[in-house]
């Protein structure tokens, strides 16, 4: 690397970790940030879902705006709505401010994730620099989440729940006032109008889905406001695909999308990121629940399987280059399938912690390589003046992802527990419950390994 695109990597990365951490810093501050604001109790899950909605609904739109205004400028612009709503969140004084907070973080997050990644595969040609690339960068992504419980703590512990929002104030300007002199502008070639019809649709169906998931994950399969935004997200998301057939500048050509290297290879990334967030969720459980560690001792617990995350990013391109990307996406498909499979039967012994750290962060390296596996996957073979639409669907099928599988996989356990409630001790149903989800996440990744694997593998077969 030259020492220009050093400090690319730096200041791009720097921002994805930081974006990163916003997805869950908040996740341990929440009882305190309940106290201070006088957040009704059912209502603080309003926290995360804000800023999930805002994410995964407008990423796809932005990131092709992003092609047509320029993905410098769209990533400042999303740099500087973050360090605004960072503001807005750390001095709210009602709950209701907190919440603008988080959408505009959320906002900031679909504006600033795909911008990054298009001048990021832009920046460094297709191949090792660029597999390199995106293994640090996904080992940062990785890292982020996982750092975030860690950062949530300490500042809550340390200062107060308010600076896990304002310490990206000073962070978020450092990236803003450095990228004009180091990023050059990178835009599509051919300037065209935005697909209107295609954006309403899109973001209306994706608010919808993520909405209606999360409210199922709360209220049950049965509740009549998730069944109706269920509905009304699979009827806008069906219309977008019949828009974008006709559209003549389209929002995601249907081209793009019918391509198998980025259908599949997206479908591999919304399996491991779906799956991975629902069971460090389902862990958080176990750890605070059933063993009974802290909130500071569980985040520095899977601060261990963020190390690994890390390395698992920075090994990543040396697999990649010796299998290529496909086969490093399946082999890490595999591996977080068989490593989750192997945490489900837990019990309420401490001493199985090692263990199951161990397992986890076998399974974080796992799930680093198929990350960046499709990461490389989703946005190779594609001309420089589509790719922010190919990383808008890859990081649309990230946020999508960490968003939906929470909800489902807990809605799984909640069943689960529900059924055994007048038979078992609480700690028991709980037990049993977190088993049988644990169980389907690694059904869940597995059947993904096999699928993608089928599609990609043999396809590459077939070409040689």
Same mark, same amino acid.
């Not at 502008?185 to 899109?202: F, V, Y």
């Given at each position: 690397?030259?020492?220009?695109?050093?400090?690319?990597?730096?200041?791009?990365?720097?921002?994805?970790?930081?974006l990163?951490?916003?997805?869950?810093?908040?996740?341990?501050?929440?009882?305190?940030?309940?106290?201070? %604001?006088?957040?009704?109790?059912?209502?603080?899950?309003?926290?995360?879902?804000s800023?999930a909605?805002?994410a995964?609904?407008?990423?796809?739109v932005?990131?092709?705006?992003?092609?047509?205004?320029?993905?410098?400028?769209?990533?400042?612009?999303?740099?500087?709505?973050?360090?605004?709503?960072?503001?807005? #969140?750390?001095?709210?004084?009602?709950?209701?401010?907190?919440?603008?907070?988080?959408?505009?973080?959320?906002? /900031?997050? /679909?504006?600033?994730?795909?911008?990054?990644?298009?001048?990021?595969?832009?920046?460094?040609?297709?191949?090792?620099?660029?597999?390199?690339?995106?293994?640090?960068?996904?080992?940062?992504?990785?890292?982020?989440?996982?750092?975030?419980?860690?950062?949530?703590?300490?500042?809550?512990?340390?200062?107060?729940?308010?600076?896990?929002?304002?310490?990206?104030?000073?962070?978020?300007?450092?990236?803003?006032?450095?990228?004009?002199?180091?990023?050059?502008?990178?835009?599509?070639?051919?300037?065209?109008?935005?697909?209107?019809?295609?954006?309403?649709?899109?973001? #209306?169906?994706?608010?919808?889905?993520?909405?209606?998931?999360?409210?199922?994950?709360?209220?049950?399969?049965?509740?009549?406001?998730? &069944?109706?935004?269920?509905?009304?997200?699979?009827?806008?998301?069906?219309?977008?695909?019949?828009?974008?057939?006709?559209?003549?500048?389209?929002?995601?050509?249907?081209r793009? &999308?019918?391509?198998?290297?980025?259908?599949?290879?997206?479908?591999?990334?919304?399996?491991?990121?779906?799956?991975?967030?629902? %069971?460090?969720?389902?862990?958080?459980?176990?750890?605070?629940?059933?063993?009974?560690?802290?909130?500071?001792?569980?985040?520095?617990?899977?601060?261990?399987?963020?190390?690994?995350?890390?390395?698992?990013?920075?090994?990543?391109?040396?697999?990649?280059?010796?299998?290529?990307?496909?086969?490093?996406l399946?082999?890490?498909?595999?591996?977080?399938?068989?490593?989750?499979?192997?945490?489900?039967?837990?019990?309420?012994?401490?001493?199985?912690?090692?263990?199951?750290?161990?397992?986890?962060?076998?399974?974080?390296?796992?799930?680093?390589?198929?990350?960046? #596996?499709?990461?490389?996957?989703?946005?190779? #073979?594609?001309?420089?003046?589509?790719?922010?639409?190919?990383?808008?669907?890859?990081?649309?099928?990230?946020?999508?992802?960490?968003?939906l599988?929470?909800?489902?996989?807990?809605?799984?356990?909640?069943?689960?527990?529900?059924?055994?409630?007048?038979?078992?001790?609480?700690?028991?149903?709980?037990?049993?419950?977190?088993?049988?989800?644990?169980?389907?996440?690694? /059904?869940?990744?597995?059947?993904?390994?096999?699928?993608?694997?089928f599609?990609?593998?043999?396809?590459?077969?077939?070409?040689?």
């Amino acid at each position: 690397m030259t020492p220009r695109q050093r400090l690319i990597l730096v200041i791009l990365l720097g921002s994805q970790f930081m974006l990163a951490v916003d997805f869950s810093i908040l996740n341990v501050a929440l009882p305190k940030l309940g106290d201070g %604001l006088g957040f009704r109790l059912a209502d603080l899950q309003w926290v995360a879902t804000s800023f999930a909605l805002a994410a995964a609904g407008f990423t796809l739109v932005f990131g092709r705006v992003a092609d047509l205004v320029g993905r410098r400028r769209m990533f400042m612009i999303g740099m500087a709505l973050l360090i605004a709503g960072s503001l807005v #969140g750390g001095l709210a004084a009602t709950p209701g401010w907190l919440l603008v907070g988080r959408v505009l973080q959320g906002l /900031a997050t /679909a504006m600033a994730t795909p911008a990054a990644l298009a001048l990021l595969t832009t920046s460094f040609p297709e191949g090792p620099l660029r597999a390199r690339a995106l293994g640090l960068n996904g080992a940062l992504l990785a890292s982020g989440f996982t750092a975030g419980a860690v950062f949530g703590g300490v500042l809550t512990d340390a200062l107060s729940w308010r600076w896990a929002f304002l310490i990206n104030v000073p962070i978020g300007l450092v990236v803003l006032l450095a990228t004009p002199s180091v990023i050059t502008e990178s835009r599509a070639a051919e300037r065209t109008g935005l697909d209107i019809p295609g954006t309403l649709t899109a973001a #209306g169906g994706l608010l919808a889905l993520v909405f209606g998931i999360t409210r199922a994950g709360e209220h049950g399969w049965g509740d009549t406001w998730a &069944l109706a935004a269920l509905a009304a997200g699979v009827v806008l998301l069906v219309a977008f695909w019949f828009v974008e057939l006709h559209a003549e500048a389209p929002l995601a050509s249907v081209r793009m &999308l019918k391509r198998r290297s980025i259908s599949w290879g997206n479908l591999a990334g919304f399996v491991t990121f779906t799956m991975e967030s629902a %069971l460090v969720y389902l862990m958080t459980l176990y750890l605070q629940q059933v063993l009974g560690y802290s909130a500071m001792q569980t985040g520095l617990a899977f601060g261990v399987i963020g190390i690994a995350c890390f390395i698992g990013g920075v090994v990543a391109p040396r697999v990649i280059a010796r299998i290529g990307a496909p086969g490093a996406l399946v082999l890490g498909l595999l591996v977080q399938g068989v490593t989750t499979a192997a945490v489900f039967n837990v019990g309420d012994d401490r001493g199985q912690l090692p263990l199951i750290l161990a397992a986890l962060s076998l399974g974080g390296v796992g799930h680093l390589f198929a990350i960046v #596996g499709y990461m490389v996957t989703a946005t190779s #073979g594609v001309p420089d003046d589509e790719q922010g639409l190919a990383t808008g669907i890859a990081s649309m099928t990230q946020q999508v992802g960490l968003a939906l599988g929470i909800p489902v996989i807990s809605s799984i356990a909640t069943a689960r527990m529900d059924s055994l409630s007048d038979s078992h001790s609480a700690t028991d149903a709980l037990l049993e419950g977190i088993g049988t989800a644990v169980l389907v996440n690694a /059904a869940v990744v597995l059947a993904g390994a096999v699928l993608v694997g089928f599609a990609l593998l043999r396809r590459n077969r077939a070409d040689a």
